[in-house]
T-cell receptor, first 111, second 115 residues
Framework: EDQVTQSPEALRLQEGESSSLNCSYT??????LFWYRQDPGKGPEFLFT???AGEEKEKERLKATLTKKESFLHITAPKPEDSATYLC????????????FGQGTRLTINP | ETGVTQTPRHLVMGMTNKKSLKCEQH?????MYWYKQSAKKPLELMFV???????ENNSVPSRFSPECPNSSHLFLHLHTLQPEDSALYLC??????????????FGPGTRLLVL
């Protein structure tokens, strides 16, 4: 069964304090790994898709990386507006269009 | 309107009521999805539609009845729900056909409370 585990569940940082969020996955053939950001009371907002081990993508203060077992979302010099829940999801080769989500990491950046 | 829109944004209903959730996508996509997000649980896929045809039902109880009249609109009809059905219901869309790596774009969700 395809599975996604995110850690930590919650992370509190000071503004400017860099850190990383982890997404560990088991999947029977990876078609793609997705990162989303979700603000309270809103739908997930797409950030990145990673397709193969070694791939990296960047957007402003965020950088996503992928290995054969996990993905990291690195946050460099975060600002309070980066506070949100970050969701990781995988799509399996056999799973057609199904996304399997982790429980998310709730990130809080204090000014 | 842009992206994926959902109405209503909030809904309170009794267990004997019948209500419907509406989703519309303005992205020219051909696939649409319903997800359920409960507190402390990951997003769960409920239904998938491709080119108006249902291609996946993730063992969803029959009190949830989806309808997809065209590639831009998706409904979720609700009847005789239980309190444990209270959740955020999210609609998403993607290019469609599932042949490649498709990114799903989500709407803002409908927050449902069943009393």
């Amino acid at each position: 069964e395809d599975q996604v585990t995110q850690s930590p569940e919650a992370l509190r940082l000071q503004e400017g304090e860099s850190s990383s969020l982890n997404c560990s996955y088991t999947v029977s053939g990876l078609r793609g790994l997705f990162w989303y950001r979700q603000d309270p009371g809103k739908g997930p907002e797409f950030l990145f898709t990673l397709y193969s081990a070694g791939e990296e993508k960047e957007k402003e203060r965020l950088k996503a990386t992928l290995t054969k077992k996990e993905s990291f979302l690195h946050i460099t010099a975060p600002k309070p507006e980066d506070s949100a829940t970050y969701l990781c999801a995988v799509q399996a080769v056999q799973g057609a269009q199904k996304l399997v989500f982790g429980q998310g990491t709730r990130l809080t950046i204090n000014p | 309107e842009t992206g994926v829109t959902q109405t209503p944004r909030h809904l309170v209903m009794g267990m004997t009521n019948k209500k419907s959730l509406k989703c519309e996508q303005h992205l020219g996509h051909n696939a649409m999805y319903w997800y359920k997000q409960s507190a402390k649980k990951p997003l769960e896929l409920m239904f998938v539609y491709n080119f108006k045809e249902q291609t996946e039902n993730n063992s969803v109880p029959s009190r949830f009845s989806p309808e997809c009249p065209n590639s831009s609109h998706l409904f979720l009809h609700l009847h005789t729900l239980q309190p444990e059905d209270s959740a955020l219901y999210l609609c998403a869309s993607s290019q469609g056909a599932g042949g490649g790596q498709e990114t799903q774009y989500f709407g803002p969700g409908t927050r449902l409370l069943v009393l």
